[in-house]
C-alpha cells in the first residue's frame, strides 16, 4: 500500500498462512532452522532494502539473524521490535553497519538501547532521540506522542515533530505498519532521513482518516493500513497545490 513493487514476508510459515496477500510475497526462512544464516544471504542479494523485528522469534537464532542483517547488508535496513531487543545494548551492532539503518523503537526499547528507563527517556524525548541516533549512527524515529525523528551519520542534531496520528495508533501492529512504510519509501529510492518523516507523517495521517471514520477506539492495524491510499493522495493533491 506505500508503493513497494514487490514485498516479500521471509518467515517459517511461507505463504500457508492465510494474513500472507500472495504465496508470491513469502519466502520460507526459520531462524531456528540449519543453514538459516545462508537462506538470509540469497534473500538479501535479490532485497532493495530489508526490514527486520517485527514477528521475530525471541530465540537465539532470532538474534544470530539479526546480528547478519545488520553486518552483512548492503541496502537500507529497518530495524524494529524484537529486532531492537535482540540488540539490546549492544548499538555497535547499528552503528557498524555498512549500510543505512532506520530505528523506530518506543520509549521501551529507546530505553534498552541507553542502558536507562522509560522515564529518562520520556523526562526529555529531544535529547533521547538526539542521544539515540548519535549513539547508534541511525535514522532514529522515537515513536510517541508526538513522534520524534533525528538524522544518524549525516545529521546535525535536528528533530523533527511528526504533526499526524493520535491516539487511534494506540493499539496492537501500528509501529508494524510504520516500519513497513518506511521500508517501501527506502526501496523507492528515498533517503532514510526523509523516509523515516515522510513515512511516519503518512502514517499518522493514515491512522487520522481511519479515526474519522471509524471512530478512536475501533481501529486496528489493518485500519491504517487499509487508510494508506488515501492519506497519499490526499499528499498528492497537497504537494500538487503547493498547499
Known sequence: RAGAGVARVASPWGGSEPHYPDPIMSADLDPDAD????RLDELLQRAGVVAIGPGMPTTPGGRALVVRALESARVPVVVDADG???IGTDVELLATCPAPVVITPHPGEAARLLSTSPAEILRDRVASVRRLAEKTRATTLLKGARSLVCDGVAGDGTVTINPTGGPALATAGSGDVLTGVIA??????????????????LHGLAADHADESLGTWSVTASDVIAALPGAIRE?????????
Not at 35 to 38: C, I, V
Open 35 to 38: 543453514g538459516a544464516s545462508a
Open 84 to 86: 531492537l531487543n535482540h
Open 235 to 243: 499528499l498528492d493533491r497537497s504537494s500538487a497545490t503547493g498547499r
Open 184 to 201: 517501501a519509501l527506502l526501496g523507492q529510492g528515498v533517503a532514510p532521513g526523509e523516509a523515516a518523516r515522510l513515512g511516519c507523517y
